[in-house]
């Protein structure tokens, strides 16, 4: 497998992100090999339910089928979005690789041009396609901080059947993921890009995640190249602290880790996360600050204090709920 003419294979989902995602990495990964990389497309559980995710257990769906083509040996490796996968990673994957990540942010694609103020002040009341419980929560807890109060209708599909909701009428607005427009050449639909002090991203979301099997340490350590270390150690503590407060892809739980920079010298890495009711009544919203960790244990620490200052503020009792 080391010779430069054997075709790497790529295992991708067939959706039109995941063929964007994977062709990306190719590109990637066959500059830094010189090996041709060959896309092999495998079918999830996710792509074919109709059923809502939430109902189908959340966590991982789209990955599974996946990781079974890998430990079987039917693909080399894996691209995922970051945020799809479970904080529990199997000993016999390896994380090869997370590269730079992309703009963490949600997006509002809105009828008119609109912001969320102007759609929330509107004299009917907004109708806003989104069925992750993380975004209803917290666009209904911005809604009332302005006194108004705004509709929030499950929609799933991918992201040209959500963009479409908007297009033919059917719905005032989407949130989306920045990372995912960029991605397929839509993010100038954008109406407005939610700030994360109103709006925090999903653990994870905008990161890549390149997977392979721990057997295949040639190939992990080839990958490895790609992997960017401040995305790392952010989407790690990210992670860290989903996982700490026992919660899954589905649950309405935000976190961000950015660096705080004095001048153009890296300082501190900050942590936010954020957990509330669908409803938006009540938010669990706390911030740290910590020295940039210097190894996964630390960001693994820094996502386990905030988690603890969450439960301590009464955070579990907010996670019960599941999204329809
Ligand atoms: N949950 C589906 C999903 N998984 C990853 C992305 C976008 C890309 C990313 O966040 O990396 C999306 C779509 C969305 O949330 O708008």
Redesign the pocket.
């Known amino acids: 497998m080391n010779d430069t003419t054997t075709p790497l294979r790529l295992g991708t989902r067939r959706s039109k992100?995941a063929m964007a995602q994977s062709g990306q990495v190719a590109e990637a990964v066959q500059q830094l090999t010189g090996r041709p990389v060959e896309l092999v497309e495998i079918t999830t559980y996710g792509d074919v339910s109709r059923e809502h995710l939430a109902q189908i257990g959340g966590t991982g769906v789209f990955v599974s089928a996946l990781r079974d083509a890998l430990l079987a040996d039917e693909i080399d490796f894996a691209v995922h979005?970051?945020?799809?996968l479970p904080t529990q990673q199997p000993d016999d994957l390896a994380l090869a690789a997370i590269p730079a990540r992309e703009d963490p942010r949600d997006v509002l694609v809105a009828r008119d041009g609109l912001t969320f103020e102007e759609l929330a002040a509107s004299s009917t009341v907004a109708r806003i396609g989104t069925g992750s419980p993380r975004r209803m929560a917290q666009l209904n807890a911005w809604a009332r901080t302005l006194g108004r109060r705004i509709e929030t209708v499950p929609i799933r599909g991918n992201?040209d059947t959500r963009l479409g909701y908007v297009a033919k009428g059917e719905l005032d607005a989407v949130v989306?993921?920045a990372?995912?427009l960029t991605r397929l050449g839509r993010i100038g639909e954008v109406t407005e890009f939610l700030e994360t002090d109103a709006v925090l991203p999903a653990p994870g979301?905008?990161?890549l995640a390149i997977e392979c099997a721990v057997t295949n340490a040639p190939l992990a350590a080839t990958l490895a190249e790609l992997d960017d270390p401040y995305t790392r150690a952010a989407v790690t503590a990210e992670r860290s602290l989903l996982a700490a407060l026992e919660a899954g892809c589905s649950a309405p739980v935000g976190a961000l880790a950015d660096l705080l920079a004095v001048g153009q010298v890296v300082t501190e890495m900050r942590l936010r996360g954020v957990v509330g009711t669908t409803d938006g009544s009540t938010l669990v919203q706390l911030s740290t600050t910590g020295p940039v960790p210097a190894s996964s244990e630390e960001a693994v620490a820094l996502g386990q204090l905030l988690a603890a200052e969450m439960l301590d503020k009464g955070a579990a009792g907010l996670m019960g709920e599941r999204a329809l």
């Open positions: 992100l979005s970051l945020k799809d992201i989306l993921a990372a995912g979301q905008g990161a």
